[in-house]
């Protein structure tokens, strides 16, 4: 009895020890074998926020509680881009009433109600006549700026820009009272004042961004989203593409009466200057005048340098036919596709997975390293930032881990190619395979944001990057 007490003891510690090295094992050996998927470019257009084609909502606040509400509150929910403007010309002699400021905040509500964000503008005139039906003194403006920033920056999650500064016809800040430098100055240091920093600002030209920013050159790439004005000064050009100056809004110089000391410069050193601010500001407008500067390589030659984000949906419908009519050849996906469609799918930022790759040193190694390499084929790009996860699924148990992924996806330009590197701790996660996505998303809208993937997105976990096996045994590698 005794011996057999003993043999029992012995094999009891046997299989406590066998125990023991299974489950050390087990918590501290990896083997591990990653299978990308193949990552095919979409030639799609994709709906996410903050770009693309908007469409233009004009409202003229007065003592009536606004009509349109119920229609707006109606719109299918989803990320887009909507232009609404503001007409005060009923309060050019005072200051705006409390019904006209609570119609404001019920117009907004009801926008912030579809998904959508918006670009506002608020102006006097929609005829080409402000000299007559702007208020009589900059202080009246002033008040106005104050009174409807209290309104907007209580929208700060769907209001992105603030076009202009309520001066001049069309609010396009010209033919105004109010266009002298001190003016201006004045108008722009109030506007940044009472505006929140969350929404951007913009002006109608480059000479005006240097005039009113204090700066001849853009900000650098350390100063950018910094919360100065030159940080969050963008711009919107509404001569688009109309001319060799976009309609004056360049310095001509074959014509001897344009001279340079307006302070504009020529296209080409225009577009050169937006190819530097835009990386980290917003551009855009509408096209206008059919004419060679909007024929379809051409615009795509401005567009994309000057990195405009969006464009009226609408307007001039002319070119938009021309670029419909028109074929794309470069040696791409794109090759074949209707120019307005490569000009849709390709308006703002456009990140598409191109490749990913996963290292680990050794089975007893914790630490493992996935890589992600995003190009951004947009003419632009965003200018909020994103939050990027990866999401790791265990085939088996279907538990699912979400990483956060550190990266500044405003830096993701135009053109870029864009590496992520996500750290794991391979002894975090139990044995199996793992089915790998990435996901991007807009904290401020909650919406996802698309990739350029032609592959089968999960509702929840986002584009398939590939499969990952973690083993404790070595046939589990290959």
């Excluded at 409807?148 to 929208?155: G, L, M, S, W």
Aim: with cysteine; net charge negative; hydrophobic share 35%.
């Amino acid at each position: 009895m005794g011996m057999k007490k003993i043999l029992a003891a012995i094999l009891l510690v046997f299989c406590a020890v066998l125990a023991a090295g299974a489950w050390f094992l087990y918590k501290n050996l990896r083997f591990t074998d990653y299978q990308a998927d193949t990552y095919t470019e979409s030639t799609a257009e994709i709906s996410n926020p903050y770009i693309g084609w908007y469409e233009i909502h004009h409202y003229t606040l007065s003592d009536t509680a606004p009509s349109e509400l119920s229609a707006i509150r109606s719109m299918t929910y989803k990320p887009g881009l909507e232009l609404l403007e503001f007409n005060l010309q009923n309060y050019a002699a005072g200051p705006l009433s409390d019904a006209a400021l609570q119609s404001l905040n019920e117009l907004l509500a009801a926008w912030h109600s579809t998904g959508r964000q918006l670009i506002v503008r608020f102006l006097y005139d929609w005829d080409g006549n402000a000299r007559e039906r702007e208020p009589g003194s900059l202080d009246q403006i002033l008040t106005h700026m104050s009174q409807t920033a209290e309104v907007v920056n209580q929208y700060t999650d769907c209001v992105y820009i603030l076009q202009g500064l309520f001066i001049g016809s069309w609010g396009e800040m010209h033919g105004s009272n109010y266009e002298g430098y001190e003016q201006m100055l004045t108008l722009i240091n109030h506007l940044e004042s009472v505006v929140s920093e969350d929404i951007f600002l913009s002006v109608r030209t480059p000479k005006q961004w240097r005039t009113l920013s204090g700066s001849s050159e853009p900000p650098a790439q350390d100063q950018a989203f910094d919360g100065s004005l030159p940080s969050r000064l963008g711009l919107f050009n509404d001569g688009m593409l109309g001319s060799s100056t976009d309609l004056d809004t360049y310095w001509d110089p074959n014509d001897p009466a344009s001279a340079p000391l307006t302070g504009k410069l020529t296209r080409e050193e225009e577009i050169a200057f937006q190819n530097r601010l835009c990386n980290y500001v917003p551009n855009g407008g509408e096209v206008v005048i059919d004419n060679p500067y909007n024929d379809f390589e051409a615009a795509v030659a401005d567009l994309s340098t000057s990195h405009v984000s969006y464009l009226n949906g609408n307007y001039d419908q002319n070119v938009l036919d021309k670029w419909k009519a028109s074929t794309c050849t470069e040696d791409s996906p794109y090759n074949g596709v209707n120019g307005l469609d490569y000009i849709s799918a390709h308006l703002g930022y456009r990140y598409v997975v191109r490749e990913s790759g996963f290292s680990h040193a050794g089975p007893f190694e914790k630490d493992a390293r996935l890589t992600v390499t995003l190009e951004n084929t947009g003419f632009s790009g965003c200018y909020r930032p994103f939050n990027v996860f990866l999401f790791m699924r265990h085939t088996g148990t279907q538990w699912t881990y979400k990483i956060p992924v550190e990266t500044d996806t405003r830096f993701w330009t135009s053109g870029t190619s864009n590496h992520l590197e996500i750290p794991l701790n391979v002894h975090d996660y139990i044995a199996g395979t793992y089915d790998l996505y990435l996901k991007i998303c807009d904290p401020v809208t909650g919406c996802e944001v698309l990739l350029a993937n032609d592959a089968l997105f999960h509702e929840e976990y986002g584009c398939p990057l590939g499969t990952l096996n973690l083993g404790i045994l070595p046939e589990f590698s290959k």
